[in-house]
């Protein structure tokens, strides 16, 4: 049974840097999107971006120019960073995997089917 | 960005009874569409993809149907674990966004 433990801290400043690391057990590490998404009560779920095991990233326009997801295949873990941390940048932030169903050619049906447990960050001066 | 709305953003329904939930995308995604459940401190879990296809597990009153930009699900004799936050996402393209949710309350 996959599950995900992520871990990082909890309480940052303005304009700090987020880091949070998920590491992935017991399941493949390959061939799936390792996946950041954050929940705001104001917001409701934001998708952050996603790496694949190759080190492919792609990332929500809204954040492109402050986060980087990258993955360490060795240890099964992939992490995420978010630089210049303001205010709105509280949420609770979930690791989660990217699988889905290949369907007609060419198409293949992507859903977060497991998520870590999320930690909540608080941006506070 | 395709935007995802959803309607009611809360409902009251009581024990057995059947609702409704309506997701609507900004543009035609054609069923790349995924329902998901949360309950109070947890994480989402997926019920639906591809618009209809149940997930293993999840019980069959559950329901999604719809294509292009119009989705709708289903919840058949509602039972108490049912009561939570209904999401739909799309999966058509990047970034992969969310509905703002509608919450199912006990009447």
């Known amino acids: 049974q996959v599950h995900l433990e992520q871990w990082g801290a909890g309480l940052l400043k303005p304009s700090e840097t987020l880091s949070l690391t998920c590491a992935v057990y017991?399941?493949?590490?390959?061939?799936?999107?390792w996946s950041w998404i954050r929940q705001t009560p104001g917001k409701g779920l934001e998708w952050i971006g996603e790496?694949?095991?190759?080190?492919?990233?792609t990332y929500n326009p809204s954040l492109r120019s402050r986060v980087t997801i990258s993955v360490d295949t060795s240890k099964n873990q992939f992490s995420l960073r978010l630089t210049s941390v303001t205010a709105a940048d509280t949420a609770v932030y979930s690791c989660a995997r990217g699988g889905g169903v290949a369907a007609r050619p060419g198409d293949y049906y992507y859903f977060l089917d497991v998520w870590g447990k999320g930690t909540s960050v608080t941006v506070s001066s | 960005d395709i935007q995802m709305t959803q309607s009611p953003s809360s409902l009251s329904a009581s024990v057995g009874d059947r609702v409704t939930i309506t997701c609507r995308a900004s543009?035609?995604?054609?069923?790349?569409l995924n329902w998901y459940q949360q309950k109070p401190g947890k994480a989402p879990k997926v019920l639906i993809y591809s618009a209809s296809s149940l997930r293993p597990g999840v019980p069959s009153r559950f329901r999604g149907s719809g294509s292009g930009t119009d989705f709708s699900l289903t919840i058949s004799n509602l039972q108490p674990e049912d009561f939570a936050t209904y999401y739909c996402q799309q999966s058509y393209g990047t970034p992969r966004t969310f509905g703002p949710g509608t919450k199912v309350e006990i009447k």
């Open positions: 790496v694949i095991d190759r080190g492919t990233t």
């Open positions: 543009q035609r995604i054609s069923d790349f």
């Open positions: 017991g399941g493949s590490f390959s061939g799936y999107y």
